[in-house]
């Protein structure tokens, strides 16, 4: 049985339950294969003998003073090549996203600095493979999830 599709907007609003982390405003981004979170003092450590990292997250665009830090378990290292043509080696994570209230599932996203850029996530098409569909016209469809009730 085939799943329904979801229809979000080119940009939608993204909730981490179980990173501890407000919402964040992603761009929809189809000319993404792998979805990338911002990142910054990332930082490697060994836990229960496996490699996590420490990373802070800027959450609010244009907002540089307000800061969050999450801890996760790496689950790969990879070389990703940006818009830019720039090959980068990034960590790979894996945790929980939830769009407006009741489309959750787990991703995988690797880990940038993207302070210069307009949003701190992009949600690449892997993570939208037999899930969603894109309305290229349209803007936070799904609305903000309601982090209170969701806790």
Same mark, same amino acid.
């Given at each position: 049985?085939?799943?329904?599709?979801?229809?979000?907007?080119?940009?939608?609003?993204?909730? %981490?339950?179980?990173?501890?982390?407000?919402?964040?405003?992603?761009?929809?981004?189809?000319?993404?294969?792998?979805?990338?979170?911002?990142?910054?003092?990332?930082?490697? %450590?060994?836990?229960?003998?496996?490699?996590?990292?420490?990373?802070?997250?800027?959450?609010?665009?244009?907002?540089?003073?307000?800061?969050? %830090?999450?801890?996760?378990?790496?689950?790969?290292?990879?070389?990703?090549?940006?818009?830019?043509?720039?090959?980068?080696?990034?960590?790979?994570?894996?945790?929980?996203?939830?769009?407006?209230?009741?489309?959750?599932?787990?991703?995988?996203?690797?880990?940038?600095?993207?302070?210069?850029?307009?949003?701190?996530?992009?949600?690449?098409?892997?993570?939208?493979?037999?899930?969603?569909?894109?309305?290229?016209?349209?803007? %936070?469809?799904?609305?903000?999830?309601?982090?209170?009730?969701?806790?």
């Amino acid at each position: 049985m085939q799943q329904e599709l979801t229809t979000v907007g080119w940009r939608e609003w993204i909730y %981490f339950p179980d990173l501890g982390l407000p919402c964040i405003k992603a761009k929809v981004d189809t000319g993404a294969r792998t979805s990338c979170l911002h990142a910054f003092s990332v930082e490697p %450590f060994t836990k229960e003998e496996k490699l996590w990292v420490r990373f802070g997250i800027h959450p609010n665009q244009d907002d540089t003073d307000t800061e969050v %830090f999450c801890e996760a378990e790496v689950i790969d290292e990879r070389i990703v090549t940006d818009s830019g043509g720039h090959k980068e080696k990034r960590y790979v994570i894996s945790t929980d996203i939830l769009l407006g209230n009741n489309q959750r599932w787990s991703i995988e996203f690797t880990l940038t600095n993207r302070d210069t850029m307009k949003f701190r996530m992009l949600l690449g098409r892997t993570a939208m493979e037999q899930r969603i569909i894109v309305k290229p016209d349209a803007s %936070f469809i799904l609305g903000k999830p309601e982090q209170e009730k969701l806790k």
